[in-house]
């Protein structure tokens, strides 16, 4: 079963910030999760909602405020790692930090372009060239609820990496059955995960798709919430047809990396700070 960090280790740290991913970057997963909105001023963050009550002091929402504005709204912090407060990252700062990691390791990075609610016109664009300036398209799986965005992705640059999300496994088979994805991502718990298990779609294994399944906050809470975390039980998952998972505690299911994180994400000669403003 390959392990992705759902928005980080979103369950000891603030979902989708610079120190969920740090935390996710010090354990042997295959990538790390993470969303992004479109602000007014065109700036990719990453962010789960499309307002910013949720998850920072502020309120309102993030198509209506700059990237000044959003910077300026503080998260609540994992206390016990010595931080002050923390900000909505960009995209741009989590392509500079991870890149190392991605380059060295293979790291992936599975980006979900939220825009099923607000449509965002031009994300896909802008998402696509951010990644090429950082040469980093082989470790980039794009994902969405909107199939249209999908689509468009595929027609913009037919090489990268999609992956079509959805609550029905027969929903994402049958856009899997139009559009080349290299994946689908399904609800862990949809009503017709036997879809899978009974092979009704061995034309879809067969091309070798990935079965991305993604949880609920109802089992798998998001920090601060201290909450009990629902352990899955991999093999049946894998019985029923599963790949991967993506979790708020991949620590529950990997081990750490031999290599210090600061070694590995610290590229020689270079700070983060100079692209990012962090460590
Ligand atoms: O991408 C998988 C999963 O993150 C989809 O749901 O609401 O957590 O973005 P959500
Ligand atoms: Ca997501």
């Known amino acids: ?47 789960h909602d499309e307002k910013v009550d949720r998850t920072t002091d502020g309120s309102g929402f993030v198509k209506d405020m700059t990237l000044r504005e959003l910077k300026r709204l503080k998260i609540q912090p994992n206390e016990q790692a010595g ?10 700062e989590v392509l500079a930090m991870l890149a190392p990691l991605c380059r060295r390791e293979g790291l992936l990075i599975n980006i979900e372009l939220k825009n099923s609610v607000i449509r965002y016109g031009g994300m896909e664009q802008k998402i696509l060239d951010l990644v090429k300036e950082y040469d980093l398209g082989p470790y980039i799986v794009y994902s969405s609820f909107n199939p249209d965005s999908i689509r468009l992705l595929k027609e913009l640059n037919p090489d990268v990496r999609v992956a079509i999300l959805s609550g029905s496994v027969s929903d994402c088979l049958e856009f899997a059955r139009q559009v080349p994805v290299e994946a689908i991502h399904p609800f862990i718990r949809a009503e017709d995960m036997e879809l899978l298990a009974e092979r009704e779609c061995t034309d879809i294994i067969e091309r070798g798709i990935r ?9 798998e809470p998001f920090f601060p919430e201290n909450r009990e975390i629902e352990i899955q039980d991999i093999e049946k998952l894998k019985k029923a047809g599963i790949t991967d998972i993506f979790t708020n505690t991949p620590e529950s299911y990997v081990s750490l990396r031999k290599v210090p994180t600061k070694q590995i994400l610290l590229e020689k000669g270079k700070s983060i700070r100079e692209d990012t403003g962090y460590i």
């Not at 740290?13 to 010090?26: D, G, I, M």
């Not at 931080?83 to 995209?91: L, N, R």
């Open 211 to 219: 079965v991305r399944a993604w949880n609920l906050r109802t089992w």
């Open 83 to 92: 931080k002050v407060y923390e900000t909505i990252p960009t995209m741009r």
């Open 1 to 47: 079963m390959e392990i992705w960090a759902h928005r980080g280790c979103s369950y000891k740290y603030p979902e989708n910030t610079l120190s969920s991913f740090w935390e996710a970057c010090r354990y042997e997963i295959t990538g790390i999760e993470l969303d992004i909105q479109l602000s007014k001023d065109g700036e990719l963050m990453v962010i």
